[in-house]
C-alpha cells in the first residue's frame, strides 16, 4: 500500500507547480483529480512537443491523475463539486488571490463544507503584501529575490538558467511539504489548514550562504565572484578543445591537489590564494588543449570532483541512472505509446510497480464518474 492511498486531492492547477506538486501525491498513492475547464482543458495540454492529443509535457506532469472538466462560472456545473469538496482531503490552486474568492471555493468557504482540508494556494508573490497582484514568471522570482543576480553570466552575453528554479524547487517542493505537514497537524487535531505557498518566499534558502555573507560580514557576493559562483579557480567551468565543458570542483584541498596533478598545473599557481586570476587563466588554458574524452579518460577513478558535462540525451543513458532504476516507471500513451515517466523524488518503495504503464488523463475523462 503507498503511503497516500486513501487520500483525495483536488486539483485546480495549470502549468509546472501545482501539477508537479499533484504528480508527487498521485505518485505517492492520492487520488488526484483535475479540475479543468470544457473544451480546451489547462494550458500545458497544447504545448509542443505533442504526444498524441496533449503536449509530452502535460502526459509527464499529469500521469496517473483523472481528469473532471466543468465550467466553474455557470452555478450547475459547479454545484457538481460539492460531493468532492466535502470529502476532499486536500486541495491545490494556484491562480492569483482572490479568484476562487470570486468562484465561491475560498479556503473561507470550503472550511465550512469540510474542516479537515489542507487548502494550498500556490502563487508567486503569496496572498498578502504590495506583490501580490503582480504578474510574473520564474525568472521574475528569482530576479526579484537577488538569486539571479548571483551567477547570471558575462553582462554582454546574459545567461538564463536551464531550470524552473522557483517553479519546482520553489513552488512545488515546498507545497508538498507542506501539505504533508498538514495532514501529519490533522491527524493530531481533527482540522484542516490554510497553505499559502510564495514561490519567491522560498527561493531565500538556496542563498543561505549569500546572505550570511553580507549580514554577517558585510560582503555582499557579485555575479559569478563567490566561490560556488564561478568566483574560484576550484568550482568553475572550464570549455575543452573540442567545445564541450569540463566542471571542476575540486574545492577541498586534496581534491585540489590531485586536479592540480592531472591537468599539470604549473607549481607557483597551485596556492590559488595567491592570484585566482592567474590560476584560472592558466587552467582555462590546459583544459583547452585537450577534447573532452582526454579529460573524462584522466578524471575516472580520480578524487578529483571533476567531470565532463554531459548532455541530457547522454545522462538518460547514463549507466549509474539506469542501474539506480529512474527510468523504470512507465508512461502510457495512445495507440500503446511508452515512455519512461518523470522520476520524481519519491523513494521507489512509495511508488506504484515499476514497469506497469499509466497514462495521464484525457480531457473530462472522469467526469461520468463523479456525478
Known amino acids: ?33 483535475k479540475i479543468e475547464r470544457p473544451g480546451s482543458g489547462e ?26 472538466a466543468l465550467d466553474l462560472k455557470n452555478s450547475e456545473q459547479r454545484a457538481k463539486l460539492d460531493p468532492l469538496i466535502a470529502r476532499a482531503d486536500v486541495l491545490v490552486e494556484q491562480f492569483r488571490p482572490g479568484v476562487m474568492a470570486r468562484l465561491g471555493l475560498d479556503y473561507e468557504t470550503l472550511e465550512k463544507v469540510n474542516p479537515r482540508l489542507i487548502y494550498c494556494s500556490i502563487t508567486g508573490y503569496g496572498q498578502n503584501g504590495p506583490k501580490r497582484d503582480v504578474a510574473g ?37 515546498p507545497a508538498v511539504m507542506n501539505i504533508l505537514l498538514a495532514l501529519q497537524q490533522r491527524a493530531r487535531t481533527g482540522r484542516g489548514s490554510y497553505l499559502d505557498v510564495a514561490m519567491s518566499d522560498n527561493l531565500f534558502p538556496f542563498m543561505y550562504w549569500a546572505i550570511g555573507n553580507g549580514l554577517a560580514a558585510g560582503s555582499w557576493p557579485g555575479n559569478g565572484t563567490d566561490l560556488v559562483t564561478g568566483g574560484s579557480p576550484r ?16 574545492l577541498e584541498q586534496k581534491f585540489w591537489e590531485t586536479f592540480c596533478e592531472i ?12 592570484n585566482p586570476t592567474a590560476t584560472i587563466a592558466r587552467i582555462t588554458e590546459l583544459i583547452a588543449a585537450e577534447p ?3 579529460w573524462a579518460e584522466r578524471f575516472a577513478g580520480r578524487d578529483c570532483c571533476c567531470s565532463v558535462v554531459a548532455t541530457v540525451s547522454e545522462a538518460l543513458e547514463d ?23 518523470l522520476p520524481v523524488p519519491i523513494a521507489s518503495i512509495f511508488r506504484g510497480a515499476p514497469g506497469v504503464p499509466v497514462p495521464a488523463p484525457g480531457l473530462g475523462a472522469n467526469n461520468e464518474d463523479y456525478e
Open 1 to 33: 500500500m503507498r503511503p497516500l492511498e486513501g487520500l483525495l486531492v483536488l486539483d485546480f492547477s495549470t502549468l509546472l507547480p501545482g501539477p508537479m506538486a499533484t504528480l508527487l501525491l498521485a505518485e505517492s498513492g492520492a487520488e488526484v483529480i
Open 43 to 68: 494550458d500545458m495540454r497544447h504545448y509542443k512537443p505533442r504526444w498524441g492529443r496533449d503536449s509530452v509535457n502535460f502526459a509527464l506532469l499529469n500521469r496517473g491523475k483523472k481528469s473532471i
Open 137 to 173: 514568471h520564474d525568472l521574475n522570482y528569482i530576479g526579484d529575490t537577488g538569486l539571479l543576480s548571483l551567477s547570471m553570466g558575462p553582462l554582454d552575453s546574459p545567461v538564463v538558467p536551464p531550470a524552473l528554479i522557483a517553479d519546482i524547487a520553489g513552488g512545488a517542493y
Open 235 to 250: 568550482y568553475r567551468l572550464y570549455p575543452t578543445a573540442d567545445r564541450r565543458i569540463v566542471a571542476a570542483a575540486p
Open 263 to 274: 591537468i599539470g598545473l604549473d607549481a607557483e599557481l597551485r596556492d590559488d590564494a595567491k
Open 292 to 294: 573532452a574524452k582526454i
Open 319 to 341: 549507466a549509474h541512472f539506469r542501474a539506480r532504476g529512474l527510468f523504470s516507471h512507465v508512461l502510457a500513451g495512445e495507440g500503446g505509446q511508452r515512455l519512461p515517466a
